[in-house]
Structures are given as structure tokens and as C-alpha cells.
């Protein structure tokens, strides 16, 4: 959390962007002195794959933070603007004061509280928004008394149903890694004693409502404290905490701030997230809690906060956070205070806020617009239900320039919408669109909404349909066009695919069967970037897919196809995950020994368990991500070539005896912008090992 209460809390250290804000940034370089205005606009072409699903719009999708500090929370003019937007969540009380607010006193000790913001106020304008609360329970200065009271006040007495509940807010800054912004009056601050405590609040809590969702804390992976440890400890925040709540806490908790000093890579930054996510279902499915539901219930950027840079963030970040399966996001904040005054790309002036709404505060002689005027983050949230809402489809779709990013949703009643992101600040992009699994009405017209730089409205327009279109600078605009009557197959998407069975080369997958027809078959596929590769087909409900590459991560979705030859809808994603060979002439050990977030330590222990002697090995491996890199290493010679890196041996070390009489180990120091997962698949001298 930041913001510019009277109890401000610091930007923690985050994670800069890396090789593709490079491109992003040399895309805006190359346009150079080609931003003069009889320039054409360049051209770009944009995949929208409705064969890709992605999962639909949950109604918990489209959140904002709100705080007790702020007095103008719940006056008439906010919640309008609120509800234009088409705003779904609400969280309360606010950040880091979730860890010192008292519900029954309406007091934050050490902090400011506002009139007019408890809680039956607050609730009376979720109520009007239609909307849902997301409720911090305090663990800082709290109790799970104290938050099972709340429960019962809330849904017992009053009968709100308060259904999401956060077990604090960045219990990691309680001061256990050395950063200290969060309240933990707690004797024993560990990731350990957090985890446990949280199952004495999911105990209280539910032993008054049991239909209550608790959700624990975590560290979004790629960020601080991922990979810190404390003085003897051997795991860091998340592989301790995960463990213990694994398949108790009903959801997890992530925030994200990117830690960049420039427009051009928070732009970029967004391309890290899904990554992030991805480590951190991972780290979920490790512990046997993979399914477990992800709530990101604070993002925002950290440059140009009230102007046009961070209102594409926003619309991208939420985007992207939900097309990865989160299932609620949660911007920060209503409303901020003025910070630092400051010029954008495109000369507006930024106040540092970081509120969706106008403080009017003063910094200086330079002022804010009045209180409540909408900043460009505003408009851009409220274009994400003119692309979408809950029970729409998230489809794929993908940009052939960095300066332009799509997203896309296929509606329930047919239609399709895309989203067309322009970071450029000086110059048009045109863009044409082309369809898989789509087939629009030419004949028919299309609806274009757009939101310009520092624009206070979107524009919309209805035309005769086209694929192409010129996007203005700095831009956000979203098309939705009809679907050709008859091209659309009548069966349901395929239901809850799932695993059921994965080794190092094959996997199972289940789903429930579609409906609306008569099924030929189903069809799985696998999503690569905006093109569906067809690995196998069944006229039941399961099929096994064989020659699968190990140690691998797919995503996969399934689909019926009607006797005239016609797809369904695609069925939500399914993330399959192969293994390494139960049984193998080597074994390898890839330990983390600590990190800080951009950077990590490892260890490698390396063994042959085959009949014949070792002299010489080669132990290569692939890192996952392409912003993880080798800085240094010990006890063995690496090298690395884009993501692979080759270990050989030193002096003294180079034999390894048959049947395990032996094991080598060496380690490296490595670092990273963005995700940094382990990696998963391990050769010596060739042969895939099987991996501890």
C-alpha cells in the first residue's frame, strides 16, 4: 500500500522491466522523428483467437481499494462515478491500516480515520454500487475474535454477505525481512507463525459463517521478499507460508507494484505478470493446492500515476491479471493525495497521486483538478466493461508490434470485443484485425469506443464494419463487432477440464461433456501465443496425449464439434504439467538458498546412478524465463546461451562413480526481472535425469 494519509506507507523494492521493454523502447525510438503529422501511421496486424479461451469475466473482476482515511469515500458524486465504471468490489479498510483498523471502535491506532467511513457506511455504497465487499480482517493488532465479531456483525446481524476475507494486508513488511511498514505486534513475526496463526482466523471466522472465503497473504513471485530469508531459515515467505494453508485458506493474496523509473518500462512491465502468476500457481500446485483462487488486491503504477501512462497500465494490468486466472483485481486507490508534480510523455502534469479521483490537494503553487475529477486511470478502468463483463469469455489474442497490446472477450451473446492498447505517445498506430474461430457480419455495423490522452469522456461511434483501424496516440480503444448468423455451432463449451493423470511424456485430461446438440467428438488443444495446435481427440470425455516434452508447462483447452463440423466455444484453460523420468542413470538437485527479489542463490547436487563411471559431465539446463540470468558461480565452469545454461566441471571434481558412489555439487548466483521459477528439466552428458 501507498498513499498520503497522515500514516503514509513506502513503495517497497520491485522489480524493474527488462529485454522486451528494450523492444518496446526501440519501437518508440525507430517511430523517432517519424512522429511528425504527415507521417502515415504505421501498420500492425492483431490475431484475435476465439478457439483460446482464457476463462470468463468473474464478478468479482473489476475491484478498487477504499480507505478510511478518506472522507469523501461515500459521498453521492463517488459512488456514481464508481458505478459508471461498472466497479464490482470494494476492499476496506484500506492497505496497511487493515492491520491497526477496529471495526466495533471505528479507530485506527497510529493512523487517521475520517467521518463518515465505517463500516454500514462503507457497506451502504457497496450496496449501491451492486457490488461486493473484500474485508480485511486486522492480524497486525487484531484477533480471530475480533475478526470472527466482524463476520457476525456483518452477515449475522446485518445480513450483508460479506463473502471475501483477507487475513491482513503485506504481513511480509512486518519487519521480519528488515523492511517495516505493516503492523505485527505478534512475539514471533515469521512467515511460520503467520501461516499457523491464519488457521486459528479461517477456524473462528467460518465457526460463525462457513460460507466466508479466508484468503492468506503472499509475496508475488519476481518481487520482495521472493527468495528472502531470515537467519535460519530455509524456505522464504511463500514456501512457508503455502505449505500450511494449502487446501484451508479458501484464497491467496497478491499485490504488485512495479519498481520502474520510466513510462516506456511500466508500459512494459505488464508483460512480466503473467509469468509471475504463473510461478506462483506453481508454487500453489507444489503443495497440492494448484486450484487454489488468486485475488491481486493491489496494483498500480509507479511513474505518471495521474495521467495517460498509467491509465494503459491499468487497462492492461487488469487485463492480463485476470486472463491468468485472478479472479478478482483490486486498484489502489480511490482516492491518494498529491506527492511530487511532474510532466508525462505527452505534457500533462502528474501529481504523484495514485487515486482513480481527485484529492485536490496542493503541491506548491500547482494544484489538483477539484476534488473528485476523474484522472485518466478513471477512464481507463471504466473502458474494461466496454470491452467486457462477468460471464463474458477472455479469448486470445496477440500484437504484431510492441507498441500496440490486445486483448479480447467474447461476449455471451455472441458478439466479440477487442481492445487495442497505443503506448505511443506521439504517433497513430493502424491496426488490422484478423479472426480464428470467428467469422464476423461484414454487412453489419460495429461500435468503436475510445479513450484519448487526458481525454475526461470516451468517445463511441457506430460504423460500417472494417478490420482496420487507426488508433490515436497514447490510446485505449476497444471494437466490438457481430458474429455471421449461422457460423456459430450451438453446443456449450466442454465443463471443468481437468488432469487426472501426468507423467514425464503424457498426461489425461477429463471434462464434463457439452450440451446443445449432437457431439461428434471433442478436440484438445494447445495454446501457443494466438495459434491452437491440435494434440488429440475422443468422442468420450478424457483423452491421453502422448510425446509430451518433460519438465514442461501447457495450457490446454477443449472443444466439441457438431455433426456439420462445427467448434463450441472453447472450454476454460487447463494448465498440464509433465514431470521428469521416474527412472533415470542420473539424479539432480536444484535447490534455492536465498533472494531478494531480482536476484536468487542456488545450489546443484549432481549424481550418476548408472553402472558406468562418469569422467567428464556436461549438466545443462534451460531457465524458464528469459529474465533469468547466470552472474556467478562456484565449485563448476557455467556459460550461458539465451536460456541454457552449460555446467562442466573444475580441477578436481570432474568424475562421478556408478550407482551413486558419488554426488558433485556447485552453485550459482543468478538474476532476474520477473518470474524466476526453478528450472525443471536437467541433462548430464545428454541424458534426462530425474529431479529431486
Given amino acids: 500500500m501507498r498513499s498520503t494519509s497522515p500514516r503514509p506507507v513506502p513503495w517497497r523494492s520491485r522489480l524493474a522491466a527488462g529485454a522486451s521493454a528494450a523492444a518496446l523502447a526501440a519501437a518508440l525510438l525507430s517511430a523517432g522523428g517519424a512522429h511528425a503529422a504527415d507521417q502515415p501511421p504505421s501498420g500492425v496486424d492483431v490475431t484475435v483467437n476465439a478457439q483460446e479461451g482464457q476463462g470468463t469475466i468473474p464478478s468479482t473482476g473489476y475491484g478498487l481499494n477504499s480507505a478510511v482515511w478518506d472522507s469523501q469515500m461515500n459521498v453521492p458524486e463517488v459512488q456514481d462515478l464508481l458505478k459508471a465504471a461498472s466497479i464490482n468490489v470494494l476492499r476496506y479498510p484500506g492497505g496497511s491500516y487493515g492491520d491497526i483498523y477496529h471495526w466495533q471502535t471505528h479507530t485506527a491506532p497510529g493512523g487517521y480515520v475520517a467521518p463518515g467511513t465505517d463500516f454500514d457506511s462503507f457497506m451502504g455504497t457497496v450496496k449501491k454500487l451492486g457490488a461486493q465487499p473484500m474485508l480485511i480482517a486486522n492480524y497486525g493488532s487484531g484477533t480471530p475474535q475480533e475478526a470472527a465479531d466482524w463476520v457476525r456483525y456483518a452477515n449475522v446481524t446485518k445480513g450483508y454477505d460479506a463473502k471475501f476475507w483477507e487475513v491482513g494486508n503485506e504481513l511480509y513488511g512486518n519487519g521480519h525481512y528488515g523492511a517495516h511498514w505493516e503492523t505485527d505486534q505478534h512475539a514471533d513475526t515469521s512467515p511460520s507463525a503467520y501461516a499457523h496463526n491464519v488457521l486459528d482466523y479461517v477456524s473462528a471466522m467460518k465457526a460463525v459463517d462457513p460460507s466466508v472465503k479466508v484468503g492468506a497473504v503472499l509475496a508475488m513471485p519476481g518481487n520482495w521478499p521472493d527468495g528472502v530469508m531470515a537467519s535460519g531459515e530455509s524456505s522464504d515467505w511463500n514456501h512457508t507460508v503455502i505449505p500450511v494453508i494449502a487446501g484451508k485458506a479458501d484464497f491467496v493474496i497478491v499485490h504488485w507494484y512495479p519498481s520502474v523509473s520510466d513510462p516506456v518500462h511500466m508500459l512494459d512491465s505488464v508483460s512480466q505478470l503473467s509469468g509471475e502468476l504463473a510461478q506462483l500457481r506453481d508454487e500453489l500446485d507444489a503443495a497440492g493446492a494448484g486450484r487454489t483462487p488468486i485475488a491481486l488486491t493491489e496494483v498500480n503504477g509507479t511513474v ?8 494503459l497500465f491499468g487497462a492492461d494490468a487488469y487485463l492480463t491479471a485476470l486472463e491468468n486466472g485472478v479472479f478478482n483485481v483490486d486498484w489502489w486507490n480511490t482516492h ?26 496542493c503541491i506548491g503553487s500547482v494544484c489538483e483538478p477539484p476534488v473528485n475529477t476523474p484522472f485518466p486511470p478513471y477512464w481507463a478502468i471504466r473502458m474494461l466493461s466496454q470491452l467486457g463483463t462477468s460471464g463474458d469469455q477472455l479469448i486470445g489474442a ?3 508490434s510492441p507498441l500496440v497490446t490486445a486483448h479480447a472477450v467474447h461476449r455471451a451473446n455472441g458478439d466479440l470485443s477487442v481492445m487495442l492498447i497505443n503506448k505511443d505517445p506521439s504517433a497513430a498506430q493502424t491496426v488490422t484485425l484478423n479472426y480464428a474461430g470467428f467469422t464476423p457480419d461484414t454487412a453489419a455495423t460495429q461500435t468503436v469506443s475510445t479513450y484519448r490522452a487526458e481525454a475526461t469522456s470516451i468517445d463511441t461511434a457506430t460504423s460500417a464494419y472494417s478490420a482496420t483501424h487507426t488508433l490515436p496516440p497514447y490510446s485505449i480503444s476497444t471494437v466490438t463487432l457481430h458474429s455471421q448468423a449461422g457460423t456459430a455451432s450451438a453446443l456449450t463449451a466442454p465443463g471443468s477440464p481437468h488432469v487426472t493423470a501426468a507423467t514425464h511424456s503424457t498426461a489425461t485430461v477429463s471434462w464434463s461433456p457439452s450440451s446443445g446438440g449432437a457431439v461428434t467428438r471433442y478436440e484438445v488443444y494447445r495454446q501457443i501465443g494466438t495459434r491452437s495446435e491440435l494434440l488429440g481427440s475422443s468422442t468420450g470425455t478424457s483423452v491421453t496425449v502422448p510425446n509430451l516434452t518433460p519438465g514442461s508447462t501447457f495450457t490446454w483447452n477443449v472443444l466439441a464439434r457438431d455433426a456439420s463440423g462445427g467448434l463450441s466455444r472453447p472450454s476454460d484453460p487447463v494448465t498440464v504439467r509433465t514431470g521428469t523420468p521416474a527412472e533415470s542413470t542420473c539424479q539432480v538437485s536444484y535447490q534455492l538458498t536465498g533472494g531478494w527479489g531480482n536476484g536468487f542463490t542456488a545450489s546443484l547436487t549432481v549424481t550418476n546412478t548408472g553402472p558406468t563411471p562418469i569422467t567428464g559431465w556436461t549438466v545443462a539446463f534451460d531457465f524458464p524465463n528469459t529474465g533469468q540470468s547466470v552472474s556467478g558461480f562456484w565449485n563448476a565452469h557455467l556459460t550461458q546461451t539465451g536460456r541454457t545454461v552449460v555446467a562442466t566441471p573444475v580441477d578436481w571434481n570432474g568424475t562421478l562413480a556408478a550407482n551413486g558412489g558419488n554426488s558433485v555439487s556447485f552453485g550459482l548466483t543468478g538474476a532476474n526481472t520477473g518470474a524466476s521459477p526453478p528450472p525443471t528439466v536437467f541433462t548430464l552428458n545428454g541424458t534426462v535425469c530425474t529431479t529431486q
Wanted: overall charge negative; hydrophobic content about 20%; proline content about 5%.
Fill in 336 to 361: 491518494n493525495g498529491a506527492t511530487k508534480i511532474s510532466t508525462a510523455p505527452d505534457g500533462a502534469t502528474d501529481y504523484g497521486d495514485g487515486g482513480l479521483l481527485s484529492s485536490a490537494g
Fill in 398 to 400: 496477440g500484437s504484431g
Fill in 304 to 311: 505518471d500515476q495521474d495521467t495517460q501512462p498509467d491509465a
